[in-house]
């Protein structure tokens, strides 16, 4: 019960930026408190809810996107939450991994909420905290090969939005609202 807690005073610190956010909050804090089990315990979807560390890189107006090998979307860097682990350790662990650069976050807490069935042979459902880190958009990271085919400094305006998570846009909005976005 004490890391549900952890998590929903994670998620406390989300202010939602529009209703299909506050939807997917309620949702998520509602789940949160349900007793359920919050992460993978079992590749690719036991149980069939659970959550996710998300983490664009941006630069000045700049998105760093990967062509994520298994989605075959172009996809900020994520990883899912191991059990008992906390959310932004998750983002230290994965950028590292995958980026090969320890995280820089633009806030401690989460900027972002949402809830999305994956795609594949074994659908679920991610409830990803995305959490935003400053990057250097005139370098491209060491990245993981095994997870990326390609990787990729997009401007806002020109990210690939129709072959990447479809609440890309709506967090991209909501870094500038919130003047992160610089």
Same mark, same amino acid.
């Given at each position: ?72 979307? $172009? ?54 905290? $995305? ?21 990729? $400094? ?29």
């Amino acid at each position: 019960m004490r890391y549900a807690q952890t998590i929903a005073q994670e998620m406390r610190h989300i202010r939602p930026a529009d209703l299909l956010e506050l939807d997917h909050l309620a949702r998520a804090q509602a789940w949160v408190a349900s007793g359920a089990p919050l992460c993978r315990e079992r590749p690719p979807a036991t149980p069939p809810m659970h959550l996710v560390g998300y983490f664009p890189v941006v630069d000045h107006g700049h998105i760093l996107l990967g062509a994520h090998i298994t989605s075959g979307l $172009w996809l900020p860097p994520g990883g899912h939450v191991d059990v008992g682990e906390h959310p932004r350790d998750t983002v230290r662990r994965e950028c590292l991994e995958e980026l090969r650069m320890p995280a820089r976050f633009l806030q401690d807490a989460p900027l972002f909420l949402t809830i999305a069935e994956t795609i594949g042979a074994q659908p679920h459902e991610d409830v990803s905290l $995305w959490y935003g880190l400053q990057g250097d958009h005139t370098r491209l990271p060491e990245f993981d090969p095994r997870e990326y085919r390609d990787m990729r $400094w997009f401007r806002f305006a020109d990210a690939p939005y129709d072959e990447s998570d479809p609440n890309l846009e709506r967090f991209l909005h909501k870094l500038h609202e919130l003047r992160l976005a610089a």
